[in-house]
């Protein structure tokens, strides 16, 4: 047995206290050849395996397993995790005193084995009462730059990040909505590890590095929605970005029917981007081919399979401009079975760019009360020194946000109509203005409410989705 095994469990015998606990990590590791060895806060198990050659598995092969009991260890772990297949490596997150931290990584050698151990592991009763989570791990290897000068191109982006960072694989960027000679004012930095991306992340700190005398923003991107490969090959839409704002959907329709008439089912296009869902897959794929990188209205096209959008998830923007929900289901709309009026969602999860700085998706704002007594101080402050969290409808972000982009308050005008049953329906058109070269940009949601304060927040929610 190798040194670093035994004193690995040599100190998780002390920590754990019991020379029992200590005989069983030693037998496991006797059993299965793997490695043991702890270190800044984890105790890793394999990573490679006894007589593994090649590079490690690819991205995918990993999972994170969650509410793990805190005194289960290795020897517990292990046979439950092989079930699904060949362990590649297991990180268990462990505390100082000797118990882990409730959760751990697995990583397999293959991607089909990490998704069969999410559907036979997910909500498994590990111990009487116990029951894991197992979801797949996001392994972030890319970073989001804002705050980069807007005239700066892809090569000077790439070349500058390659003079400070190791591992810079590529970079994206995104030409701005109405400019397209000018980047969007960020750009996403892809490295070739996880590992690569934090050291330059800790590299890249705001202050220490100036590129072209500015003060860059930098964080973790938000990691790509991972679609199983079953789900993608039923997918028949696509995602075209990259669009003129003055192209209409019917122009959109025309160009991509070009190379085989009547495929296209319909467009659905917002501001500089658009869904094109078609009647055939195949018809799709064959477009996809054809159509990347063309040309429509002077601008050049990325076209992609778009990512099925999960029902039950909170809507959210990408960086990269894609919606992840539609705007029908921002809200609660009557259910065409039973007709009952479900409740009005809150924009918990909202990302945004604030001068071309990524804010994390809020958490859950704290809605309880607290008690005033006689003599605490209260200290006038302005909403716009708050951060994210502290709002909890759409309305008031967009306010935020529009302040911290300089551009004057949203302007709100409402509409109406009366539906079959003479019931007024209420909708509200957002105007925003400045946002570009005191240009004015109006929104307006595809769904009308009942109640004006419903239409207000959809119509608040539908205008930062879209910005």
């Known amino acids: ?36 060895v702890q270190q800044n806060g984890q105790r890793k198990f394999g990573g ?36 699904a297949g060949k362990i590649y490596e297991l990180r268990l997150m462990m505390e100082f005193s000797g118990e882990n931290r409730g959760y751990a990584f697995v990583m397999y050698t293959t991607k089909e084995e990490a998704q069969l151990a999410i559907k036979i592991l997910n909500n498994y009763e590990i111990r009487p009462g116990k029951f894991i989570g197992v979801c797949v791990s996001l392994d972030n290897c890319r970073l989001f730059i804002g705050a980069i000068p807007k005239d700066k191109k892809k090569e000077e982006i790439l070349n500058e990040m390659k003079k400070v960072t190791e591992g810079v694989v590529d970079v994206i960027v995104y030409p701005n909505a109405t400019d397209k000679t000018k980047n969007r004012g960020f750009a996403f930095v892809e490295y070739e590890s996880h590992r690569a991306a934090a050291m330059a992340r800790r590299r890249l700190i705001p202050g220490t590095f100036q590129p072209w005398g500015h003060t ?46 009547g495929v296209v089912e319909r467009v659905k296009k917002l501001r500089d981007y658009a869904f094109v869902h078609f009647f055939h897959r ?27 959008v999960n029902k039950e998830s909170s809507w959210k923007q990408h960086f990269n401009g894609q919606i992840s929900q539609s705007s029908e289901n921002l809200l609660g709309f009557p259910n065409k079975e039973d007709g009952t009026q479900k409740s009005l969602g809150k924009p918990a999860n909202l990302s945004v760019h604030l001068n071309g700085q990524h804010s994390p998706s809020s958490p859950e704002v704290e809605r309880r009360t607290y008690s005033f007594f006689p003599g605490i101080k209260l200290t006038p402050i302005s909403m716009y020194s708050l951060k994210l969290n502290h709002f909890s409808s759409a309305v008031m972000h967009l306010d935020y946000f529009c302040h911290k982009n300089s551009w004057a308050p ?23 203005s400045s946002i570009a070269d005191d240009s004015q940009s109006f929104f307006m949601p595809e769904k009308l409410c009942t109640t004006v304060e419903d239409a207000k927040e959809l119509a608040a929610q539908f205008t930062l989705l879209h910005l």
């Open 48 to 83: 490679p395996p006894p007589g593994w050659k090649g590079p490690p598995p690819p991205r995918g092969c990993e999972i994170f397993v969650g509410k793990i009991p805190r005194n289960m260890y290795e020897d517990e772990l292990v046979p439950v995790f092989e079930r």
């Open 410 to 432: 949203p302007e709100y005008f409402l509409y109406s109509t009366t539906n079959q049953d003479g019931k007024i329906l209420l909708v509200y058109q957002v105007l925003i």
């Open 216 to 261: 860059i923003q930098v964080d973790w991107a938000d990691p790509e929605k991972v679609v199983d490969e079953e789900t993608m090959q039923r997918v028949k839409v696509l995602y075209v970005r990259n669009l003129m704002i003055s192209t209409t959907e019917d122009k959109i329709k025309a160009e991509f029917n070009k190379f085989k008439p």
């Open 282 to 308: 195949e018809d799709a794929i064959a477009a996809m081919s054809v159509m990347n990188g063309k040309c429509i209205d002077g601008a050049s096209i990325e076209v992609t399979l778009a990512k099925p």
């Open 1 to 36: 047995m190798h040194e670093e095994n035994k004193a690995a469990a040599n100190g998780c015998g002390k920590i754990r206290s019991g020379t029992q606990n200590e005989a069983a990590l030693l037998a496991l590791m006797e059993k299965t050849g793997y490695n043991m």
